[in-house]
């Protein structure tokens, strides 16, 4: 099975790719749009520095070759949503290309990186009309075209995820929310290929395949041949369907755009400085605090602010403390926690390094963690914390054999977890049995 | 200095040449100077149609940059000019408001594309008239009408609410009968534009202006000129060598591609640009909107385009089609660079190349409607080759054949307008100008 991606991200910019309209926060439809985002005759682009910036530290993170020079070009097709009947893009002179990205071990080649602008967005309504919100019209996109490498619906979509926390990391690119990745998804279980465009979101991508790899296979098994052919996701439905022809088999007709010129972009991507990337964090991660692979990609792909956490606890106190904390309690109410962790790393750290310098037990630092994260009353935890430890104890004192086990796969732990959840009802939060367990078990460990 | 300007009078004008698409409705103006901007230059307070059926109604928020510029420099926009749908055309009767009429004789033509410019040039003397050019608009109208017109560097005036044709050929210029006024005027609309990335590459432009002292004359450009033509552009060539400016001729062999490049990529770049126009947002929407999208958008631009932008549309539509891009658009790019170079290369040697402006004088109404638009396009043989090199070019009055107006052209290298401009001085101060006889 071969699969090749086309990952459309939005790029973070404040205004849009062509006109100073922001690109976030609109209250309504059609209230961030100007004459320019609109294509209104006499209107031209002007393009936002900041976009090709963002692109070109994509480019070079995937180790692409990056020309001299780069223009845009005119896509040229006729779609309500598309303002100008032509999208800017670039044809002829990509921004990168021949670039590769490490699956793990496994290199997934890739073709091309491009900027474009992203058109308006088509709402259906029930009466076979539709509404169009220009917003989105000229919001900046890096398109990342991939070789057909990669061989599951399951690991094109781990591509993804790991591509999309490089990402997210090396530009700043926010989660949320409103910039949602969308994919044309390439593949072919045989010798011919079916593309379904505009696929939203990692789920929708690896069902999405899923579906065609059956669709295909069934197609092949039963003696007939696989179309060449563009494809839809119906996401309620969960399965593919054939596009209208005339809707993809358009001839683009791309000519270069004159009104933005020429640019030279080998120097600009010269003095692009890339932070660490978070999956080379996590190879460093390794090697330096002597982490497993999974904890050390799971502390990145939560956040890479939780990465940088984990180092300054190191700082104050050791690998081992660093870690039991990481993966027990601060995992536990991280989500609570992030919104607000610039303001609270500072008196995080401190309690424990606290507890590092013995002022306080292993159970007091994790009621001051859990009310710190969560802003709950503290007195209320110990109560119910206390309680919750005391019966983790005593399972585990019955039950010496987990430890061994838990050395062995951490998924040990959820006996205990299962066990404590049956006694205790719904007494307790799923998060702090799991935090109250790791953290208990690491201490004995 | 001010110029009282009455409306009676332009609306009588108005009737009798269709010089305007839209016309100011204040009854008289108290200004430092009175301008029109060809209908394709976006105005506040104007419709902004550009000869279009499709654009009816379409009433732009803002001021294209020149119009602005000229507006602070306490100029007052009496209307919007009338011309060729989108500027295709050689003649302007490719309008959908009226042809504008020669007022040198009311049954031939303006010229075009910016007909409705060069005519109000040509009637009112002390009028600066903004233009547009893509392949010749200014300078084949001023021909016709008399007058002189400029067409600076490509890149030297924003094009920031001009309504495209060809994004990469588009200038916009000056008409009027004064030279003066083109010394007064290009140096306030030209200037860097961060709205207009093109315009953002400019030197600025020389205060002092030089003197052309030497000029050259490809030979391939005299060749299939009407004989009135030549006898006028003779005469003016002794009157140049009187002001003691070298004459001399030179061969340029690429003039003869000029005009199949540009017409590919001026068509190429045309129906991106139209692709926009299809009954939603602004203009003509009076479409049935039972009907699916694509099926609405051909019935709008069925209905409300003119035979020539259609034309034009499938022309290039078709050139840059997977399998023909290479045959036509890139090689069409590729002849624009050889035409470049050679240009820079007479450069070397003159300051200037002169050439008639038109093949002929302005033709009859009958004869233009039995032209085909082959023949049409070939006139555009001398004005098209600076204009896709986007070099400068100037248009003077230079003589009289049957009564109708000669011109001769004037093409310097890249960002030398100033040659161009005191070309246009002396020019007027050694030859005698008639101004066509208008009677209110």
């Given at each position: 099975?071969?699969i090749g991606l086309e990952v459309h991200v939005q790029l973070p910019t404040?205004?849009?790719?062509?006109?100073?309209?922001?690109?976030?926060?609109?209250?309504?439809?059609?209230?961030?749009?100007?004459?320019?985002?609109?294509?209104?005759?006499?209107?031209?682009?002007?393009?936002?520095?900041k976009a090709?910036e963002l692109g070109l530290t994509i480019a070079k993170m995937l180790k692409c070759t990056i020309?001299?020079?780069?223009?845009?070009?005119?896509?040229?097709?006729?779609?309500?949503?598309?303002?100008?009947?032509?999208?800017?893009?670039?044809?002829?002179?990509?921004i990168g290309e021949k670039g590769i990205y490490y699956l793990g071990k496994k290199p997934i080649r890739i073709t091309r990186v491009?900027?474009?602008?992203?058109?308006?967005?088509?709402?259906?309504?029930?009466?076979?009309?539709?509404?169009?919100?220009?917003?989105?019209?000229?919001?900046?996109l890096v398109e990342i075209v991939t070789e057909p490498d990669l061989s599951s619906p399951a690991e094109a979509r781990q591509f993804l995820s790991e591509l999309l926390t490089e990402i997210r990391y090396t530009i700043d690119l926010p989660e949320d929310g409103e910039r949602s990745v969308r994919c044309?998804c390439?593949?072919?279980?045989?010798?011919?290929?079916?593309?379904?465009?505009?696929?939203t979101g990692l789920k929708n991508v690896e069902r999405?395949l899923?579906?065609?790899?059956?669709?295909?296979?069934?197609?092949?098994?039963?003696?007939?041949?696989?179309?060449?052919?563009?494809?839809?996701?119906?996401?309620?439905?969960?399965?593919?369907?054939?596009?209208?022809?005339?809707?993809?088999?358009?001839?683009?007709?791309?000519?270069?755009?004159?009104?933005?010129?020429?640019?030279?972009?080998?120097?600009i991507a010269e003095n692009i400085k890339l932070r660490e990337s978070p999956l080379n964090m996590a190879v460093r991660f390794q090697k330096d605090y002597e982490l497993d692979e999974k904890t050390a990609k799971q502390i990145i792909t939560t956040s890479m602010k939780m990465a940088e956490l984990f180092e300054k606890i190191v700082k104050i106190s050791d690998t081992q403390t660093a870690k039991t904390w990481i993966t027990g309690t601060i995992s536990a109410y991280w989500k609570e926690f992030e919104p607000t962790a610039e303001e609270k790393t500072k008196d995080l750290i401190s309690i424990i390094s606290e507890f590092y310098v013995k002022k306080i037990t292993d159970t007091e630092c994790n009621i001051k963690l859990k009310a710190l994260m969560t802003g709950k009353?503290p007195?209320?935890i110990?109560?119910?914390s206390?309680?919750l430890d005391?019966?983790i104890n005593?399972f585990l004192?019955?039950n010496q054999s987990i430890l061994a086990d838990y050395r062995k796969n951490d998924k040990a732990a959820n006996r205990i977890i299962g066990s404590v959840m049956?006694?205790?009802?719904?007494?307790y939060s799923s998060a702090d049995i799991v935090a109250a367990t790791k953290r208990l078990i690491d201490i004995r460990l | 200095?001010?110029?009282?300007?009455?409306?009676?009078?332009?609306?009588?004008?108005?009737?009798?040449?269709?010089?305007?698409?839209?016309?100011?409705?204040?009854?008289?103006?108290?200004?430092?100077?009175?301008?029109?901007?060809?209908?394709?230059?976006?105005?506040?307070?104007?419709?902004?149609?550009?000869?279009?059926?499709?654009?009816?109604?379409?009433?732009?928020?803002?001021?294209?940059?020149?119009?602005?510029?000229?507006?602070?420099?306490?100029?007052?926009?009496?209307?919007?000019?009338?011309?060729?749908?989108?500027?295709?055309?050689?003649?302007?009767?490719?309008?959908?408001?009226?042809?504008?009429?020669?007022?040198?004789?009311?049954?031939?033509?303006?010229?075009?594309?910016?007909?409705?410019?060069?005519?109000?040039?040509?009637?009112?003397?002390?009028?600066?008239?903004?233009?547009?050019?893509?392949?010749?608009?200014?300078?084949?109208?001023?021909?016709?009408?008399?007058?002189?017109?400029?067409?600076?560097?490509?890149?030297?005036?924003?094009?920031?609410?001009?309504?495209?044709?060809?994004?990469?050929?588009?200038?916009?210029?000056?008409?009027?009968?004064?030279?003066?006024?083109?010394?007064?005027?290009?140096?306030?609309?030209?200037?860097?534009?961060?709205?207009?990335?093109?315009?953002?590459?400019?030197?600025?432009?020389?205060?002092?202006?030089?003197?052309?002292?030497?000029?050259?004359?490809?030979?391939?450009?005299?060749?299939?000129?009407?004989?009135?033509?030549?006898?006028?552009?003779?005469?003016?060539?002794?009157?140049?060598?009187?002001?003691?400016?070298?004459?001399?001729?030179?061969?340029?062999?690429?003039?003869?591609?000029?005009?199949?490049?540009?017409?590919?990529?001026?068509?190429?770049?045309?129906?991106?640009?139209?692709?926009?126009?299809?009954?939603?947002?602004?203009?003509?929407?009076?479409?049935?909107?039972?009907?699916?999208?694509?099926?609405?958008?051909?019935?709008?631009?069925?209905?409300?385009?003119?035979?020539?932008?259609?034309?034009?549309?499938?022309?290039?539509?078709?050139?840059?089609?997977?399998?023909?891009?290479?045959?036509?658009?890139?090689?069409?790019?590729?002849?624009?660079?050889?035409?470049?170079?050679?240009?820079?290369?007479?450069?070397?040697?003159?300051?200037?190349?002169?050439?008639?402006?038109?093949?002929?004088?302005?033709?009859?109404?009958?004869?233009?409607?039995?032209?085909?638009?082959?023949?049409?396009?070939?006139?555009?043989?001398?004005?098209?080759?600076?204009?896709?090199?986007?070099?400068?070019?100037?248009?003077?009055?230079?003589?009289?054949?049957?009564?109708?107006?000669?011109?001769?052209?004037?093409?310097?290298?890249?960002?030398?307008?100033?040659?161009?401009?005191?070309?246009?001085?002396?020019?007027?101060?050694?030859?005698?100008?008639?101004?066509?006889?208008?009677?209110?």
């Open positions: 099975m071969r404040k205004s849009k790719m062509f006109c100073s309209c922001p690109t976030t926060g609109a209250d309504a439809p059609n209230t961030h749009i100007c004459p320019t985002c609109l294509g209104m005759p006499g209107s031209r682009p002007s393009l936002n520095k090709l020309p001299e020079t780069t223009w845009f070009s005119r896509k040229t097709y006729f779609y309500p949503d598309l303002c100008k009947h032509f999208q800017i893009t670039q044809y002829d002179t990509p491009h900027l474009e602008e992203d058109p308006g967005k088509t709402k259906r309504i029930g009466d076979g009309s539709s509404l169009i919100d220009y917003n989105r019209s000229g919001i900046p044309d390439n593949i072919s279980v045989g010798t011919e290929r079916c593309e379904v465009k505009n696929v999405c899923t579906f065609e790899a059956i669709r295909q296979t069934k197609v092949l098994k039963a003696g007939k041949t696989i179309e060449r052919e563009t494809r839809h996701f119906d996401e309620e439905r969960k399965v593919t369907m054939p596009a209208r022809k005339k809707e993809f088999e358009a001839d683009y007709g791309y000519i270069g755009e004159p009104d933005l010129g020429i640019f030279h972009i080998a120097s009353d007195a209320e110990t109560e119910t206390s309680d005391k019966l005593s004192d019955e049956k006694q205790t009802g719904g007494k | 200095m001010s110029s009282r300007f009455s409306l009676k009078d332009l609306e009588k004008l108005n009737s009798r040449y269709s010089i305007f698409t839209s016309l100011t409705s204040e009854k008289e103006v108290d200004a430092e100077f009175v301008f029109s901007a060809k209908d394709n230059l976006a105005s506040k307070d104007f419709e902004t149609r550009a000869g279009s059926k499709i654009l009816e109604g379409y009433a732009p928020g803002f001021d294209a940059t020149p119009i602005k510029k000229m507006r602070k420099a306490g100029g007052f926009l009496a209307g919007k000019t009338n011309m060729d749908e989108f500027g295709f055309g050689t003649f302007s009767t490719n309008s959908a408001y009226g042809i504008p009429k020669n007022p040198f004789d009311l049954n031939r033509s303006c010229g075009g594309s910016s007909g409705g410019a060069a005519c109000i040039a040509a009637i009112i003397e002390d009028h600066v008239a903004l233009g547009v050019s893509t392949g010749g608009s200014i300078v084949c109208p001023a021909s016709f009408c008399g007058v002189f017109g400029i067409s600076p560097t490509y890149g030297r005036v924003s094009r920031y609410g001009l309504v495209d044709y060809g994004n990469s050929l588009d200038k916009v210029g000056i008409l009027s009968a004064k030279a003066a006024n083109l010394t007064k005027y290009l140096p306030i609309i030209a200037g860097k534009d961060p709205k207009d990335p093109t315009s953002c590459v400019q030197p600025e432009m020389r205060k002092n202006l030089r003197k052309i002292k030497s000029v050259a004359i490809p030979k391939e450009a005299i060749e299939g000129i009407s004989k009135g033509v030549m006898e006028s552009f003779r005469s003016a060539l002794d009157v140049l060598k009187s002001m003691s400016i070298d004459v001399e001729y030179v061969n340029m062999p690429s003039l003869k591609y000029a005009i199949p490049a540009y017409y590919v990529i001026a068509t190429s770049e045309a129906s991106t640009n139209l692709a926009r126009y299809c009954g939603m947002r602004y203009g003509q929407q009076d479409g049935d909107l039972a009907l699916k999208f694509d099926d609405y958008f051909s019935s709008i631009r069925s209905k409300y385009f003119g035979d020539e932008a259609k034309r034009r549309i499938l022309l290039g539509t078709f050139t840059r089609m997977v399998g023909y891009a290479d045959r036509y658009y890139n090689k069409a790019l590729q002849v624009r660079e050889i035409i470049i170079v050679e240009y820079k290369n007479i450069f070397k040697t003159h300051d200037a190349i002169v050439t008639p402006t038109m093949p002929f004088v302005s033709p009859r109404f009958d004869e233009i409607s039995k032209m085909s638009a082959l023949q049409s396009y070939k006139a555009d043989f001398l004005t098209v080759p600076p204009n896709i090199s986007g070099t400068p070019h100037l248009s003077v009055p230079c003589g009289y054949s049957d009564g109708m107006p000669v011109g001769m052209q004037f093409i310097a290298d890249h960002w030398n307008e100033d040659l161009l401009l005191s070309a246009a001085t002396e020019w007027e101060k050694a030859f005698d100008i008639r101004h066509p006889e208008v009677k209110l």
